[in-house]
């Protein structure tokens, strides 16, 4: 399998340096703000309330951070972890700006490191740069995380 089937990267097929651009962007809706925060129980007034968030210093309501981390994540899903034995940590996640509803969010990703697993031959793990940019081209997250990459495609469905 090769790099241009995302969900078969191989280990192979990362490289320290290789940049990924994460594609389509995604407008953020009131609805998908009110969902995520009724799906996991965040009922923090500034995600919510527009009569609350409007007296804040945003001035309006703010997305509730922990969704903008899910949606980058799922954006660069097909591009870093379409193959994935298993997301392993999450090192590093700074909100660099608010996101508000209406923003439309774009992602790139870049392999930081590439590293074959000693205790078992057949994976390895790669730590990649995703951040996250506004409409305006305004970064608004930057995360880092490992993930674990088979070296082998472990399905392949003949495609």
């Not at 998908?32 to 945003?58: I, W």
């Amino acid at each position: 399998m090769s790099s241009d089937r995302p969900y078969f990267r191989t280990l192979n097929d990362f490289q320290p340096g290789r940049v990924f651009q994460h594609w389509p962007g995604k407008t953020i809706t009131e609805s998908d703000n009110n969902l995520f925060c009724l799906l996991t129980m965040n009922n923090n007034p500034l995600h919510l309330d527009e009569e609350y968030a409007g007296k804040s210093q945003f001035g309006k309501i703010v997305v509730a951070g922990t969704y903008v981390i899910s949606l980058v994540i799922g954006m660069s899903m097909p591009d870093i972890s379409g193959s994935a034995i298993a997301n392993l940590e999450y090192e590093k996640i700074v909100h660099e700006n608010p996101v508000f509803i209406g923003d439309t969010i774009y992602a790139r990703s870049e392999i930081l490191e590439v590293k074959s697993s000693d205790s078992k031959p057949d994976r390895g793990v790669i730590t990649v740069e995703t951040e996250a940019y506004n409409q305006r081209n305004e970064k608004v997250l930057t995360l880092r995380r490992k993930v674990m990459i088979p070296k082998t495609p472990a399905l392949d469905f003949g495609l």
